[in-house]
């Protein structure tokens, strides 16, 4: 589709190509600080689907983006768990997919999220500064300068966490990809997309702890069999979890009237 | 006095859309939400006690240094109760709003995870994917509808907070409590669906019988729909519960298979 556009007038050198991969990046880091675009959900298709379009082969984009997105379905970095970084991960994935193939893509993309955790100490290091910036201008009294510290914060973070990385692995990172491409046997590389296919179950698996599962294996029992047996995608899924969540909630609304009532008819026989 | 207390509209409304800046953008940079609590109050303390600078610093300096963590989205309820607490004017103001920080951040943030990242992320993200292997975009649209509705609440609770005051916080994380447990249905619901249809698990193995060779998935196939998927998540989500694992260690550890079951021939 894009490929069209570029063959009439000059086709965009590849440090031409990298620089608007960063650029999408700085305009979405900017966007999601104020929700206005996908981050948590989301996110890592976006990023897919924009390195995509920009290198011109938006389905490869889209494929790759949909896998990398459900084996994110279940990283929270919440609390102190260090999870792999997909949204990095993503980006690289896809450069390597449309410029030198598929496999090595799909096997990069994971390498490099999880790699991209060991920086995340370094990372969180970088917010001291604006720490003493911030002290520093209360004690001053420059209350603008207090708000706009904060809001530049987010800065070096997306400097070191992600523009450095992009930029060096994609533009060093090809002839070494080539020639990895050349001696590696084949059933290495379809051993990576193997594990690409697999990856996903523990994006569930997370999940699945998360929402408590063995108490309501049920419902997980109904949405497996949606698909397996009847053939409902996610949206058909959607809307019968939905409508059951909307079924319990009720219940539990009820029950927990009920509960108050009686809690009071206990007050009132004493 | 106008209806939003001791602050003048103007100021109210810049705190308002201030708070609206996701503050979990700041996880990049470590997990600090003292940082935007200090942005965040302030315009309305520069306003509340122009008169006395030393004040603002003293309490900011606070706000700064004493350990907050919770939910950006729930978290605005909260953040709108602090501001209300220091427009009244209260000389123990921040003790109060300190308090109230400590003790509901973790409720707030628990219903906030269950809803806005780990509810609301299952489903879109779930969505998004596998539209997206279907090769539509029409997931990452829903993804992006998403996000606005996580800013309407943002607005909505900062507002509601700020209004109704510490009680009715108080009183909204126990109803919230509710939401919590039935947005899970929802997500298992999702999951189920998904696992099926995105975990693309098959095996190449073949038995052989003498001259006839018949393929291991078609056997499987004919036992159970989608058992390979189904055992697989099933054996991750053990993995996860023994002690010292990490996701980390179960990426590489997938990785590891995959190699060994392409180098067999299995899969």
Not at chain 1, 12 to 38: D, R
Not at chain 2, 31 to 45: E, H, K, Y
Not at chain 2, 131 to 148: D, K, R, T
Not at chain 2, 237 to 251: F, N, P, R
Request: aromatic fraction near 10%; include cysteine.
């Amino acid at each position: 589709m894009c490929r069209h556009t570029y063959k009439g007038g000059k086709e965009l050198s590849m440090g031409v190509k990298i620089a608007l991969i960063l650029l999408v990046q700085l305009l979405k880091t900017f966007l999601g600080y104020f929700s206005l675009c996908p981050g948590p959900a989301g996110g890592v298709l976006l990023n897919a689907v924009t390195t995509g379009a920009i290198l011109g082969d938006l389905p490869t984009g889209l494929m790759l983006g949909g896998t990398y997105e459900l084996m994110n379905i279940g990283l929270n970095p919440l609390g102190e768990s260090v999870v792999p970084n997909y949204n990095l991960g993503s980006i690289v994935g896809v450069f390597f997919a449309i410029t030198v193939n598929k496999e090595i893509g799909t096997a990069m993309g994971i390498v490099v999220a999880t790699l991209a955790t060991m920086m995340n100490t370094f990372v969180q290091y970088l917010s001291l500064p604006f720490k003493s910036w911030m002290e520093k201008a209360l004690a001053t009294h420059q209350w603008k300068k207090v708000e706009w510290i904060e809001f530049l914060n987010w800065f070096p973070a997306f400097i070191v966490g992600t523009a450095i990385p992009v930029a060096v692995v994609c533009s060093l990172g090809q002839p070494a990809a080539e020639a990895i491409m050349n001696f590696v046997p084949e059933w290495v590389t379809h051993g990576f997309s193997v594990a690409g296919s697999a990856l996903p179950a523990l994006g569930f698996a997370i999940v699945l702890r998360s929402l408590n599962v063995e108490k309501n294996i049920e419902y997980l029992i109904i949405g497996f069999a949606l698909f397996a047996f009847a053939g409902v995608g996610t949206v058909g899924a959607t809307l019968f979890g939905a409508a059951l969540a909307l079924m319990k909630f009720k219940h539990a609304k009820e029950l927990k009237a009920v509960e108050a009532n009686a809690g009071f008819g206990g007050v009132g026989d004493e | 006095m106008s209806k939003y207390g001791k602050l003048s509209e103007k100021t109210y409304k810049k705190v308002c859309l201030s708070a609206m800046a996701d503050q979990t953008a700041r996880y990049i940079g470590g997990g600090n939400l003292p940082m935007p609590t200090v942005r965040i109050m302030m315009p309305a303390l520069a306003e509340l006690y122009a008169d006395d600078p030393d004040l603002i610093v003293k309490k900011q300096m606070r706000y700064l240094n004493e350990y907050f963590n919770t939910e950006s989205t729930a978290g605005d309820l909260l953040l709108g109760a602090m501001v209300a607490v220091e427009a009244s004017k209260e000389p123990n103001a921040s003790d109060i709003s300190n308090a109230l920080k400590i003790s509901l951040m973790g409720p707030l943030a628990g219903i906030g995870d269950s809803i806005f990242k780990v509810g609301g992320k299952v489903i879109f993200s779930a969505m998004a994917g596998y539209m997206a292997l279907e090769g539509s975009l029409l997931g990452l649209l829903v993804c992006e509808i998403w996000c606005l509705v996580t800013l309407a609440c943002k607005y909505w609770f900062f507002n509601l907070g700020y209004q109704q005051g510490t009680n009715f916080v108080t009183t909204l994380a126990d109803q919230l409590d509710l939401v919590t447990t039935t947005i899970g249905v929802l997500g298992l619901v999702v999951i189920g669906n998904a696992i099926p249809s995105t975990v693309k698990l098959t095996t190449k193995f073949a038995l052989q019988y003498g001259e006839s060779v018949k393929p291991f998935q078609e056997i499987l196939d004919s036992i159970f729909p989608y058992l390979l998927p189904c055992l697989l998540t099933y054996a991750l989500y053990k993995a996860l519960a023994v002690k010292g694992m990490t996701t980390i260690k179960l990426v590489y550890i997938v990785l590891a298979a995959g190699l060994v079951l392409s180098l067999l021939g299995v899969c």
